[in-house]
């Protein structure tokens, strides 16, 4: 799996778009990015992941760059509830067996 | 909805003993995972599992054993708790799919070695 690099930490208002980048130059074409949070002292869990194409749900938008070699996290109303870590990995989906996760970004989200 | 269940949620290991971590998830899964979380710091891959009756070395292996004898159960053993392992623990599984391949994570539990 290739490795990923994200910053220690960010900021953000409430109410404000918090935008998380996630660099992952070595990436595989069969690897996807994927979006994970942890609250507090919680289990991880999912956001959003994909490919290559742009992807939006509920929760957040992912922007991969043309090349892949890095992505983008977007909560676009972020609130005091989204102070989290977030942890970007990148996996193929079949195989892909070890799924390390990193460091991860924390957010911090004020008000 | 069970999803990943650990057990048990805290425990108090003395120097030197013994214990298990048990980790049942009811998605069949082919895929179970153990990481532990030191304070401040990310998840850290232990052990895992491809599939029944299977096992590998994550990142930090070393002081721990597990087995996978049922697809839905894993196990994590600590033979001789040191204080080093000290930690939150997480279960995690997933499917061995193209598609909606999320992993899914148990609550965590919380280690202590005195």
């Known amino acids: 799996d290739a490795k990923t690099t994200q910053p220690p930490s960010m900021d953000c208002a409430e109410g404000r778009a918090a935008n998380l980048p996630c660099n992952h130059s070595t990436i595989s074409g069969n690897e996807y990015v994927y979006w994970y949070r942890q609250i507090h002292s919680q289990g991880p869990q999912y956001i959003i992941h994909?490919?290559?194409n742009n992807e939006t749900n509920e929760m957040a938008s992912l922007i991969i760059t043309e090349d892949r070699k890095s992505s983008t996290l977007i909560l676009p109303h972020a609130t005091l509830r989204d102070t989290a870590v977030y942890y970007c990995i990148v996996r193929a989906n079949t195989g892909g067996f070890k799924t390390i996760f990193g460091a991860g970004t924390r957010l911090f989200v004020k008000a | 909805n069970a999803g990943v269940t650990q057990t048990p949620k805290f425990r108090v290991l003395k120097t030197g003993q013994s214990m298990t971590l048990l980790c049942a998830q009811d998605m069949n899964h082919e895929y179970m995972y153990w990481y532990r979380q030191d304070p401040g710091m990310g998840l850290r891959l232990i052990h895992y599992s491809v599939g029944e009756g299977t096992t590998a070395k994550g990142e930090v292996p070393d002081g721990y054993n597990v087995s996978r004898l049922k697809k839905q159960n894993f196990l994590l053993g600590l033979e001789s708790a040191a204080p080093s392992q000290t930690s939150v623990y997480f279960c995690a599984s997933r499917a061995d799919s193209t598609t909606g391949n999320t992993i899914y994570f148990g609550e965590g539990s919380w280690l202590t070695v005195v």
């Open positions: 994909g490919l290559k």
